[in-house]
């Protein structure tokens, strides 16, 4: 065990025994450890309930290509924590992680704190003690009460595309819930708009127009289609024909376009927009995997991964197999037990051949594979449990040995297989 992994384990024990959105423990550590939030690099901050980060891969990816030095904070991570954090583009070192938690730890003197929050804290040291032209902040939850919603002045902010989540947090409406996100929106900073149902947009417009926040919001000032084979942006700065994204699904067209509204504000040019569209990484968002023992066990079938895990996750993830070529797809599936299981099923219902369910490995919020089975018997999809994915992936290959498999549910179990496969 690494000396991080060590550290992040006394971490979590801190955890508050109820947990109010607030950010005044956040405001307590970076206090005492002298602000660092407010001497780190132009910030993109970006929030939403799907497909943050996506867009923040391609944001990254185009400025890059310009020659920037960009850090990044995303969460959760998948297969180890450094993911989170990536210092002018590389991960985190293990010392720099070791050295900014412990001093985290010391600072806050072992009060109550989540784990979000001290981590979230780290981020932020780190970033202030390495050089960089920007750093992008993705939203953890909601994002007026986020951790990372400490920064006053940032460049920008980006709104990705808000659906129902985290009702037990963030309101169990739609408006109440983009007022959540809208909540990273400050005075007179730009903030670019995706694609959003009306009821969220007049909520997230209206609070950019009470703080005089410029708007650049998708169907108003920018238009992405997909154009054939490729793709078209277009905003009153001029026309992008692009490819279509390396990331896979229809609705990394939508993503695509909300990063190059962000990129258009930041004065990239069409080489950087292509390259945000064309190099960009994001693992478990529909990857398709190659190598590995899980890789090895599948054989001849297909073996796919996506971390997708409410209503609209399904909805795109339906979307992106309708567009595949035809093939028997066979669910291996494990989902938290916070979470809508039906609303994210039943838009894959048409396109699952079965369904094996599963525990996700380590984790105490798992919903039990058998409850999960009877949520998508329940939305007609054939079903059965398995004690992991790799005893899934052998009795679907027994009786379909041509399948497209396709683990999901939960970016939880997304990394648990990562690990495994290697």
Request: glycine content about 8%.
């Amino acid at each position: 065990m690494s000396q991080s992994d060590q550290i992040l384990g006394r971490l979590m024990a801190l955890h508050p025994k109820i947990i109010d959105l607030s950010l005044d423990r956040m405001h307590r550590i970076l206090a005492a450890l002298g602000n660092p939030e407010r001497s780190i690099p132009p910030v993109i901050h970006i929030a939403g309930t799907n497909g943050k980060g996506s867009t923040q891969a391609m944001i990254r990816a185009g400025l890059e290509a310009g020659g920037a030095r960009v850090h990044a904070y995303t969460s959760p991570h998948l297969a180890h924590f450094h993911e989170r954090i990536r210092l002018s583009g590389d991960l985190i070192p293990e010392p720099d992680l070791a050295a900014v938690l412990e001093e985290c730890e010391a600072a806050n003197e072992g009060q109550p704190i989540t784990f979000f929050e001290i981590t979230t804290a780290a981020a932020f040291l780190a970033f202030s003690r390495s050089d960089a032209d920007y750093t992008l902040l993705e939203v953890g939850l909601g994002g007026r009460l986020d951790a990372t919603n400490v920064v006053d002045q940032p460049q920008l902010t980006v709104i990705t595309p808000v659906s129902i989540d985290h009702t037990q947090y963030l309101g169990d409406t739609l408006p109440l819930i983009a007022g959540e996100k809208a909540g990273i929106i400050k005075p007179r900073i730009p903030v670019v708009i995706a694609p959003q149902r009306d009821e969220a947009l007049r909520v997230i417009e209206a609070r950019a127009q009470g703080l005089t926040a410029p708007i650049f919001a998708h169907g108003q000032h920018w238009m992405i289609q997909r154009d054939r084979d490729g793709m078209v942006y277009q905003d009153d700065h001029g026309l992008w024909d692009l490819p279509l994204p390396n990331l896979i699904g229809p609705h990394q067209v939508e993503n695509a376009g909300t990063a190059l509204a962000a990129l258009r504000q930041l004065g990239a040019t069409e080489a950087q927009a292509r390259a945000a569209v064309t190099q960009a990484e994001w693992p478990a968002r529909m990857q398709r995997l190659r190598h590995g023992p899980l890789v090895d066990l599948a054989d001849t079938a297909e073996l796919w991964l996506d971390g997708g895990h409410n209503p609209a996750g399904g909805e795109a993830l339906a979307a992106t197999l309708s567009a595949l070529p035809p093939r028997p797809t066979h669910l291996v599936c494990g989902m938290l037990n916070t979470k809508d299981i039906a609303g994210y099923l039943r838009p894959l219902a048409a396109h699952a051949a079965s369904l094996t369910a599963i525990d996700i490995p380590g984790e105490p919020n798992t919903l039990p594979a058998s409850a999960t089975a009877d949520e998508a018997r329940g939305v007609g999809i054939n079903s059965s449990t398995a004690e992991d994915a790799a005893h899934a992936i052998r009795a679907i290959i027994a009786r379909d040995p041509a399948a497209r498999i396709l683990i999901c549910g939960s970016l939880y179990l997304a990394g648990r297989v990562l690990r495994e496969n290697g």
